[in-house]
């Protein structure tokens, strides 16, 4: 168990160093596409003039920093005990769309030949590999985790024990799959209603 905690707090870790990045690239491309957009204008104005851009970079910008506390802060509670394999995944998956967001925005006003642009796509795709790990090290884990678990329940059973067994989980699978299906549509609506 140590080891599984051990792997998936090293991906974590490698995840925030390149949002880390990912911050500092899109501050150094917004810079630039100040710079370039201004002219003679003052940034204040130049800020007001684009103001729709501005609020979806700060928009963009606010997701991926919320999106990385939620992450952090899962992955010390799965190593407490609080947090489950899942919440972390989905959290990793959260920073993933916010930074896609967030080099979206940027790509707006993106400047022609831009040096900072592809440092910034770069980053991106850095934590987007990162975020991949640290998905592939939960699953890993919540795999081995219920392997263990399944072998441990069965191993002591009799025929007709593992008879029943075997009907009482078909029907929770059944069951499970009319959750998630569930679960499934009320996502959609959820992510409907907050695009309204």
Same mark, same amino acid.
């Given at each position: !168990?140590?080891?599984?905690?051990?792997?998936?707090?090293?991906?974590?870790?490698?995840?925030?160093?390149?949002?880390?990045?990912?911050? $500092?690239?899109?501050?150094?491309?917004?810079?630039?596409?100040?710079?370039?957009?201004?002219?003679?204008?003052?940034?204040?104005?130049?800020? #007001?003039?684009?103001? $729709?851009?501005? !609020?979806?970079?700060v928009s963009a910008a606010r997701a991926v920093a919320t999106a990385t506390t939620?992450? @952090?802060?899962?992955?010390? *509670?799965?190593?407490?005990?609080?947090?489950? =394999?899942?919440? +972390?995944?989905?959290?990793?998956?959260?920073? *993933?769309?916010?930074?896609?967001? +967030?080099?979206?925005?940027?790509?707006?006003?993106?400047?022609?030949?831009? $040096?900072?642009?592809? +440092? =910034?796509?770069?980053?991106? @795709?850095?934590?987007?590999?990162?975020?991949?790990?640290?998905?592939?090290?939960?699953?890993?884990?919540? $795999?081995?985790?219920? &392997?263990?678990?399944?072998?441990?329940? @069965? *191993?002591?059973?009799?025929?007709?024990? =593992?008879?029943?067994?075997?009907? &009482?989980?078909? @029907?929770?699978?059944?069951?499970? &799959?009319?959750? =998630?299906?569930?679960?499934?549509?009320?996502?959609?609506?959820?992510? #409907?209603?907050?695009?309204?």
């Amino acid at each position: !168990e140590l080891d599984v905690h051990s792997a998936i707090l090293t991906a974590a870790m490698a995840m925030t160093t390149a949002i880390a990045n990912l911050i $500092k690239r899109a501050t150094e491309t917004q810079q630039e596409i100040v710079a370039t957009g201004k002219g003679t204008t003052s940034t204040a104005a130049f800020y #007001k003039k684009n103001n $729709k851009w501005t !609020e979806g970079l700060v928009s963009a910008a606010r997701a991926v920093a919320t999106a990385t506390t939620t992450l @952090v802060t899962t992955a010390d *509670g799965l190593v407490s005990g609080t947090n489950t =394999l899942s919440q +972390l995944v989905v959290a990793a998956q959260e920073v *993933g769309v916010a930074t896609t967001q +967030l080099v979206a925005a940027s790509r707006v006003k993106s400047v022609p030949f831009s $040096k900072t642009q592809p +440092l =910034l796509e770069d980053a991106a @795709v850095a934590v987007r590999k990162a975020t991949e790990l640290l998905v592939r090290a939960a699953k890993e884990a919540a $795999k081995r985790e219920a &392997e263990t678990e399944a072998v441990q329940d @069965v *191993g002591g059973m009799g025929r007709h024990q =593992l008879k029943v067994a075997e009907m &009482e989980q078909k @029907v929770r699978v059944l069951e499970l &799959e009319k959750e =998630l299906g569930a679960a499934r549509y009320r996502l959609g609506e959820i992510v #409907k209603k907050g695009y309204r």
